[in-house]
């Protein structure tokens, strides 16, 4: 076995080549992570057999806890989208705070819409409605692009379903139940904040609208709209089943340890909850036809499957750390330091700028925290929903030109390079610093 210094050496040229690989090279990441847990297996001298069994065992029992609500969620995601049910819940949201406050309306929209969605396929999907309220309002399109992006960044880097925290929730055993409650708690300030940043200096650069639709001609094309009820339905249930099941799971066990208790930690269990929201987003079909249940769902799970890989693979690499000695050396190396929470945040912002995606930036730091969180104090089942948060919030940190999603926020909002660098790049800064603020906040209430 190696020891001492050399461990520390084989951790950071295993991240560099994660990091060269995916970005510079343009392998795809579910390699790249498998590969890099066995140069770390053999570097370390671990037995061959060894280094088979950690890969699968850290593959599967990641995907075993995470697989069902990926592509449960994605599912969902699809169904809101082709029935036009998101376009239901954010015409609500206007109607509520009206359309001369078309930001606040949009972030609303775009925080709530933003549950069951990709950020990437929800810009897509909010993008013609955003544009329609630019034009109708006269703001500058900086602003309202901002005000739709931060709100879906937001939550795709901190709440499960998305495949982020899903993933680290499954590499680090932590409680998706508690993670969705205390994130969303953490970035409904963030959002606000980045909105108060959007109007006061994006706003400084005017950049015109696309033209298009008004949000009339849009809804005509879905004939009649759900209901905000039913729309809403599909990401609500869910949310509030995950929500019983984490309560009636405490010690203190409030509904007893009967037949209730039993029900309600069934329903509650993350797959199964988002297995009933994908029948209940049914209700929203007005018209069935094969495409619902075939055509849709494999479209979902041609979306899923690639995040699947990439968090089975990010497992297996954690695993890997976990079963060599690197853990020990690296948590014993960085207690001096006292980073707490500070550290995950710092390791998934430097991975994330680097390499452009949150869910890899995500899975490899939660990979590297596996072994240390006992050293860091951070092992509880409180402190692993807290780390899983703050490397969401380090995440965020920076969004550019190697982040798919920087394209798709410029693009659709017909912002040129050079604006989305001054208005949407900054603004993520504001996002994951404001968001590992209140973080650090909450997790003093939380007794972290």
């Known amino acids: 076995m190696s020891e001492g210094p050399v461990l520390l050496l084989i951790l950071l040229l295993s991240v560099v080549f994660i990091v060269l690989m995916t970005s510079r090279f343009r392998v795809h990441p579910f390699l790249v992570l498998l590969l890099a847990a066995i140069g770390v297996g053999i570097s370390t001298r671990l037995p061959m057999p060894e280094i088979i069994a950690a890969l699968k065992s850290g593959f599967g029992n990641t995907l075993g806890g995470i697989g069902i609500v990926i592509i449960a969620g994605t599912i969902i995601g699809v169904i809101l989208e082709k029935t036009g049910a998101s376009l239901s819940m954010a015409n609500m949201i206007l109607r509520l705070v009206g359309r001369e406050r078309s930001p606040l309306a949009i972030s609303i929209a775009g925080y709530i819409v933003g549950i069951p969605i990709f950020c990437d396929s929800g810009f897509v999907v909010l993008s013609p409605l955003n544009n329609a309220l630019a034009r109708v309002s006269k703001i500058s399109m900086t602003v309202m692009a901002f005000a739709l992006a931060g709100p879906l960044y937001v939550i795709h880097c901190l709440i499960p379903p998305h495949p982020g925290p899903t993933a680290a929730a499954g590499v680090l055993d932590g409680d998706l139940g508690l993670i969705i409650f205390w994130g969303i708690i953490a970035g409904i300030p963030a959002v606000f904040l980045g909105l108060l940043w959007a109007l006061k200096f994006a706003s400084r650069y005017y950049a015109e609208p696309p033209a298009g639709e008004s949000f009339e001609e849009i809804a005509s094309k879905f004939r009649t709209l759900p209901s905000p009820v039913l729309s809403f339905a599909p990401i609500a249930i869910p949310i509030i089943l995950i929500g019983l099941g984490s309560f009636a799971g405490l010690d203190t066990r409030p509904f007893g340890t009967g037949r209730t208790q039993e029900v309600l930690a069934f329903l509650g269990d993350p797959g199964i909850a988002l297995l009933a929201g994908v029948f209940i987003s049914l209700v ?106 703050a490397m969401g919030a380090g995440s965020m940190v920076v969004s550019h030109a190697n982040d798919s999603y920087f394209w798709v926020v410029s693009k659709f909002s017909n912002l040129d390079v050079g604006t989305a660098y001054r208005t949407y790049s900054t603004g993520t800064i504001i996002l994951g610093v404001s968001t590992m603020i209140v973080i650090y906040l909450l997790s003093l209430v939380a007794g972290v």
Request: hydrophobic share 50%; glycine share 14%.
């Open 284 to 389: 929203l079909v007005r018209k069935w036809n094969p495409d619902v249940l075939g055509e849709w769902t494999g479209q979902a799970i041609k979306s899923a499957g690639p995040i699947i890989a990439i968090t089975g693979a990010g497992g297996a690499f954690g695993f890997m750390l976990r079963v060599t000695p690197i853990g020990d050396y690296l948590g014993n190396t960085l207690l001096g330091l006292e980073a707490g929470l500070l550290l995950p945040f710092i390791l998934a912002a430097a991975l994330k700028t680097a390499q452009g995606s949150s869910t890899v930036s995500v899975i490899t730091t939660s990979s590297l925290m596996v072994p240390i969180l006992p050293q860091l104090g951070l092992d509880s089942a409180i402190g692993v929903v807290f780390v899983v948060l």
